[in-house]
């Protein structure tokens, strides 16, 4: 289970060389500053989470034991960065856990000093496993522009799970399973409102925390994972981190130059067509492609194509004409 490293001093606003009174100091400060309590309706979601990270923060840099376990880790990671734990630490890990109630804390607290969900990527103890529920999964579909902008979004989910009643063999005591009609499946339907992250590809998964199975014997809930698939577009093509485009343009227009207005997938915008341009000539627009992980954006390639209007007026006709007797004479020189 990868997770995600979390700065306990930089939480506090504290240095890593902090002593015992400044961060008990620090703790309090922030603690009063962000208890849910002291905040509007508005603004309480956001104090909630931050009253979490703070306590979470506390909990560890002020155990001796546990900062120093820390402290050893941290020296080599920064806020944010993914973090596998080795499988010999999720051991040890769970040797801190004294059956406290973690749930308010993060992954990355359980993977590190253990919990009930440390035990899921311990592996081996079977009989553990079964106390947080299954997670589930599912397909998202999206649109290139819901992929792009994100945002939040209400789905529907069709949800197979193992059946609780007979654990997916599909018979009790030698009978049919009553609950799942011996199929060792139950179908749920699920309707969600999902927090959408801007910048998903095709294959990325999210992940809804507490979304899945229901645990047993007093266990969390598993999560549930959606597969991403965005849906094929009429104007763009994304590869790699480029979109892709066609334009039509006018023979004179590839002649003689011109301004032509793009699509982009923030919208139009104005583009230099160079004089004498050919067909299957490729223009680079700097930074309109798919976002990237490090903040930059990859490009957006418009491919030239070259058409004649499906009809032409007379004029046209005339200086098309005069074209073609040019060509004539500069040929038969
Ligand atoms: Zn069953």
Known sequence: MATTFIDYYEILGLPRTATKDEIKSAYRKAALKYHPDLHPASEKTAAEEKFKKINEANEVLSDPEKREKYDHLGENLNNGQEWEPSPNMGNQGNSYWNGEDTSSFSDFFESLFGGPKARGFAGGFGQQRNTRGQDLESQIELTLEEAYHGGQRRFQFSLKSICPECAGMGTVNQ??????????????TKTLDV????????GNTIRLRGQGGEGSSGGKQGDLLLTVKVL??????LKGNNLETTIIIRPEQAALGSKISVPTIDGKVTVTVPPMSHNGQRLRLRSKGWPEKSGTRGDQYVEIRIDIPTSLRQEERLIYQKLMDLGKEVHNH
């Open 232 to 237: 094929p577009h009429t104007t763009f093509t």
């Open 175 to 188: 009978k049919t399973c009553r609950s799942c009609g011996g199929t060792g499946y139950k179908t749920t």
């Open 195 to 202: 927090n959408i992250p801007a910048g998903l590809k095709d």
